[in-house]
């Protein structure tokens, strides 16, 4: 309630992504600037090429694999959504706009690299490194839905389903490429292309109080066949 408050002015909208700002972004980069960890080890940079660190070949070569991960994922989601529309059950839509879809994929996808790091540096496994991730991101979201409530509407876990398949897909591409940048593209992708296919799925409203076109009939003109 006191969130919804805040929210209702605009102060209180710009100190909520203020915050969101230092807390998905702040806080990695003030890790960074400490040392505490390296870019390498979110996946910002590579271990030696021209392009951050990577070289052509092997931009080529996550892209391939970004591009292969995005359509195992994208292709059985439509067409279950499909279904869903069809059998007349709700969707869960995005509402938002195109520019907050990308600035919340980049929020997602520093924040996801952020958690992957430490588990990273302290096993130098990057499979147990997304794994923990992974895991580090499921007990944040368990607080989210218990601060909800535990009884999520359809919609709603449809959106939580979609997070959950970008969180799978975002370690499987760490440990595939350890590209943190290709990451963040394929969620910033897949997400808009969600919105616009979940958008042409839903039916539209029958507009009401459409003037037909052409002439108005009058109850007093009877066709020749019905006059007497």
Same mark, same amino acid.
């Given at each position: 309630?006191?969130?919804?408050?805040?929210?209702?002015?605009?102060?209180?909208?710009?100190?909520?992504?203020?915050?969101?700002?230092?807390?998905?972004?702040?806080?990695?980069?003030?890790?960074?600037?400490?040392?505490?960890?390296?870019?390498?080890?979110?996946?910002?940079?590579?271990?030696?090429?021209?392009?951050?660190?990577?070289?052509?070949?092997?931009?080529?070569?996550?892209?391939?694999?970004?591009?292969?991960?995005?359509?195992?994922?994208?292709?059985?989601?439509?067409?279950?959504?499909?279904?869903?529309?069809?059998?007349?059950?709700?969707?869960?839509?995005?509402?938002?706009?195109?520019?907050?879809?990308?600035?919340?994929?980049?929020?997602?996808?520093?924040?996801?690299?952020?958690?992957?790091?430490?588990?990273?540096?302290?096993?130098?496994?990057?499979?147990?490194?997304?794994?923990?991730?992974?895991?580090?991101?499921?007990? /944040?979201?368990?607080?989210?839905?218990?601060?909800?409530?535990?009884?999520?509407?359809?919609?709603?876990?449809?959106?939580?389903?979609?997070?959950?398949?970008?969180?799978?897909?975002?370690?499987?591409?760490?440990?595939?490429? !350890?590209?943190?940048?290709?990451?963040?593209?394929?969620?910033?992708?897949?997400?808009?292309?969600?919105?616009?296919?979940?958008?042409?799925?839903?039916?539209?409203?029958? /507009? !009401?109080?459409?003037?037909?076109?052409?002439?108005?009939?009058?109850?007093?003109?009877?066709?020749?066949?019905?006059?007497?």
């Amino acid at each position: 309630a006191q969130l919804d408050r805040l929210r209702a002015v605009r102060g209180g909208r710009l100190l909520e992504q203020f915050l969101r700002l230092v807390y998905f972004i702040g806080v990695p980069y003030a890790a960074l600037l400490t040392g505490s960890i390296a870019s390498i080890d979110m996946g910002l940079t590579g271990t030696g090429g021209s392009i951050l660190g990577w070289s052509p070949a092997e931009w080529l070569r996550g892209l391939s694999t970004a591009l292969t991960l995005g359509a195992i994922v994208l292709l059985p989601i439509g067409v279950a959504s499909r279904q869903i529309a069809r059998a007349g059950q709700p969707l869960g839509v995005d509402d938002r706009s195109g520019g907050a879809v990308i600035v919340e994929a980049i929020y997602a996808e520093v924040h996801w690299a952020f958690y992957r790091a430490a588990p990273l540096i302290l096993l130098g496994e990057v499979y147990a490194a997304a794994l923990f991730g992974v895991l580090l991101v499921g007990v /944040e979201w368990i607080v989210v839905l218990i601060r909800n409530g535990l009884s999520p509407s359809p919609e709603e876990r449809q959106i939580w389903l979609r997070r959950g398949v970008l969180l799978a897909l975002s370690a499987a591409l760490f440990v595939l490429t !350890q590209n943190v940048w290709l990451a963040i593209v394929l969620h910033a992708i897949l997400e808009l292309l969600w919105k616009v296919w979940l958008r042409r799925l839903v039916p539209r409203p029958i /507009e !009401q109080g459409r003037v037909p076109i052409g002439p108005a009939a009058d109850p007093d003109v009877r066709p020749l066949h019905d006059q007497p």
